[in-house]
Nanobody, 128 residues
Framework: QVQLVESGGGLVQAGDSLRLSCAAS????????MGWFRQAPGKEREFVAA????????YTADSVKGRFTISRDNAKNTIYLQMNILKPDDTAVYYC?????????????????????WGQGTQVTVSS
């Protein structure tokens, strides 16, 4: 069993930065790709970014590329999402998740059905 706890959300102004954290319990953390997703009111949950188990490869959605950076610290069982130049469209609940398989492709990492553990989410609100 894996438990995930996100933190770091809040209310900021457009152009500001935030860093989200996701702390994981369980021994599978360092063996799995981890992802960030977000869900805005009235919209489906969407992929934001993923980082492979070693941290050697990262994948970022086009909508946030160049502004958001995903990273991980396996010694701390934690992944991060550094969000810069935030826009009102970034307003959403942000979730971290554990990819259920031991390897995948970029297309696989975007598929939320291929993740088996989810955190409770942290709210990010960006005002204009």
């Amino acid at each position: 069993q894996v438990q995930l706890v996100e933190s770091g959300g809040g209310l900021v102004q457009a152009g500001d930065s935030l860093r989200l954290s996701c702390a994981a319990s369980g021994r599978t953390f360092s063996t799995r790709t981890m992802g960030w997703f977000r869900q805005a009111p009235g919209k489906e949950r969407e992929f934001v970014a993923a980082v492979t188990k070693s941290g050697g490869s990262t994948y970022t959605a086009d909508s946030v590329k160049g502004r958001f950076t995903i990273s991980r610290d396996n010694a701390k069982n934690t992944i991060y999402l550094q969000m810069n130049i935030l826009k009102p469209d970034d307003t959403a609940v942000y979730y971290c998740a554990v990819y259920k398989y031991y390897s995948g492709t970029y297309n696989d990492y975007q598929d939320l059905k291929q993740y088996d553990y989810w955190g409770q989410g942290t709210q990010v609100t960006v005002s204009s």
